[in-house]
C-alpha cells in the first residue's frame, strides 16, 4: 500500500473551496443591478404618410399596392373601399395598373361567350371575380335531390311576397363565404337582381335598380354586372352607392374611330362609374323593404370627381365631366362596354348642419396623371 503523498491540510482545503463554489451566490437576471439605458427614438410616429399595403405574387411575380379612399366612421358602418395596385392588371378609371376594390356579381367569361339564357342556367356566374356561384338544388324530405322527368336535378326555387319575383339560391363552389346568396328574377320583364345577406346579417343589394348594372345598351335583360347599390345592418346603419350612366358627354366625332359608335344622335357603348356613396344616415333603416332614405338623410358623402367639381371652395359642381383621351373598350360581355372617364380626385364630405356644426368637404385624395404618351396609356403619377 503506497503511502499518500498529499499535504496534510489538502484534503480539507479542497472540501473547502468545493463547499464554496456550491454556495457561493450567482447574480441572476432577476437579482442583478440594471443600469437604465437611453435609447434613440425610432421614426414614423405622429408625422406618417398615408396608410399602405404592398405585396409581390410568389407565384407569378406580380406587385400588388393598395390604398383606402378617405370615409369617416360611422357607428362602425362605412364602406372599406381600396383603391389597388397590380402590375398585372389592365387599364381602368385610374390610370394602368390600378383598380376600385367593388365588389360586385357577375358573368363568367373565361370559358367562352355568353349566351344570356337566364332560365336554362346558360351562364356562370361569378361573385368579386373570387369564386363560381352554383344554384342549390331542392331537395326530397329523405334527403335526396329531386329529379324532373328527364333525370335533371331540379332548381331550388321561390316566390318573392307579392308573387312578382323568382328567387334562386346560390352558393360558392368552394364555400368560404357562408352567405345567404339570392337571384331575383322579375316576372313581367326578366330584368335579374341579386341580394345577398353575409353571417353578419349585413344585407346588400346588387343592381336593384336600372342604375347599378352594366347591360346591354340595346335589350336591357342583357345585363353583364350587378355592383351594389344598397347595404344595411341589423342595427338601423345603411350605406348607398350612387352610379352615373355613361351619357357620351365630350364625344368628338371628328375622331375617325367614333363614326359606328352613333346610333343616329345616341352612343352605341355603356358604362356605369361610381358617383358618390353616402352613409351615416339619421333615420334608422328598420328592415328590407322599406323605403331607401332620401339623400339628405346621411351625414357623410364621399364622391369620386370625374372634373365635375372645382378644386376651390366651396368644391361645387360646376361642368361636365372629361372625356379621357385613351379611351378604351372591352367586348366581353358581348357589347361594347367603353370607358372614357379618369378620376381626378375623391372627396370626402361631411353634412352636419346644427348650430356650429360644418357641412362641407373635410378630406380630398387628388390623383396626378402622366398623359406624356399621347393617346396611348394614362399613368396614375402620385
Known amino acids: 500500500m503506497k503511502p499518500d503523498n498529499k499535504h496534510p491540510g489538502a484534503s480539507d482545503a479542497q472540501d ?37 399595403k404592398f405585396s409581390v405574387n410568389a407565384v407569378n411575380g406580380t406587385a400588388s399596392f393598395a390604398i383606402p379612399l378617405p370615409f369617416s366612421p360611422a357607428r362602425g358602418f362605412s364602406p372599406s373601399l381600396n383603391l389597388s395596385y397590380n402590375s398585372g392588371s389592365g387599364n381602368s378609371i ?10 360586385s356579381v357577375k358573368r363568367k367569361t373565361d370559358k367562352g361567350l355568353l349566351r344570356y339564357m337566364d332560365a336554362a342556367e346558360s351562364d356562370t356566374y361569378i361573385f368579386s371575380e373570387a369564386e363560381d356561384l352554383v344554384p342549390v338544388y331542392k331537395k326530397e324530405p329523405g334527403g335526396a335531390f329531386s329529379k324532373d322527368p328527364e ?39 326578366g330584368i335579374i337582381k341579386w341580394r345577398m345577406i353575409t353571417g353578419d346579417n349585413v344585407t346588400t343589394l346588387f343592381g336593384w335598380t336600372a342604375d347599378a348594372v352594366i347591360a346591354d345598351p340595346s335589350n336591357p335583360v342583357r345585363i353583364y354586372e350587378w ?13 348607398h352607392y350612387h352610379y352615373k350612366k355613361e351619357d357620351g358627354s365630350g364625344f368628338d366625332t371628328l375622331f375617325l374611330h367614333n363614326k359606328n359608335r352613333l346610333s343616329g344622335a345616341d352612343i352605341t ?13 339619421k333615420t334608422p333603416y328598420r328592415q328590407f ?49 367603353r ?23 373635410v378630406r380630398s385624395l387628388n390623383f396626378e396623371y402622366d398623359t406624356a404618351t399621347g393617346e396611348d396609356f394614362t399613368f396614375l403619377r402620385r
Open 16 to 52: 473547502r473551496k468545493s463547499v464554496s463554489d456550491f454556495t457561493r451566490e450567482n447574480a441572476t437576471k432577476s437579482n442583478a443591478i440594471e443600469i437604465p439605458q437611453i435609447s434613440l427614438p425610432k421614426g414614423g410616429g405622429a408625422i406618417k404618410g398615408i396608410d399602405e
Open 94 to 103: 385610374f390610370g394602368l395598373g390600378w383598380n376600385l376594390g367593388l365588389s
Open 151 to 189: 333525370g335533371k336535378f331540379i332548381i331550388d326555387e321561390k316566390t318573392s311576397s307579392g308573387n312578382t319575383h323568382r328567387i334562386r339560391y346560390y352558393r360558392p363552389r368552394i364555400e368560404g363565404l357562408f352567405a345567404r346568396i339570392e337571384r331575383w328574377t322579375e316576372k313581367s320583364t
Open 227 to 239: 355592383l351594389p347599390e344598397f347595404a344595411f345592418d341589423d342595427k338601423g346603419n345603411c350605406v
Open 269 to 281: 357603348y355603356t358604362n356605369t362609374y361610381l358617383e358618390k356613396v353616402l352613409y351615416g344616415n
Open 289 to 337: 323593404g322599406d323605403s331607401v332614405p332620401a339623400e339628405t338623410d346621411y351625414l357623410f358623402s364621399t364622391v369620386f370627381n370625374y372634373g365635375e367639381y372645382d378644386v376651390a371652395e366651396p368644391f361645387n359642381k360646376i361642368k361636365d365631366w372629361d372625356f379621357r383621351p385613351d379611351a378604351f373598350s372591352n367586348y366581353k360581355a358581348g357589347f361594347e362596354i
Open 339 to 361: 370607358t372614357t372617364r379618369l378620376c381626378k380626385s375623391v372627396l370626402l364630405f361631411h353634412h352636419f348642419t346644427g348650430p356650429g356644426e360644418y357641412d362641407g368637404l
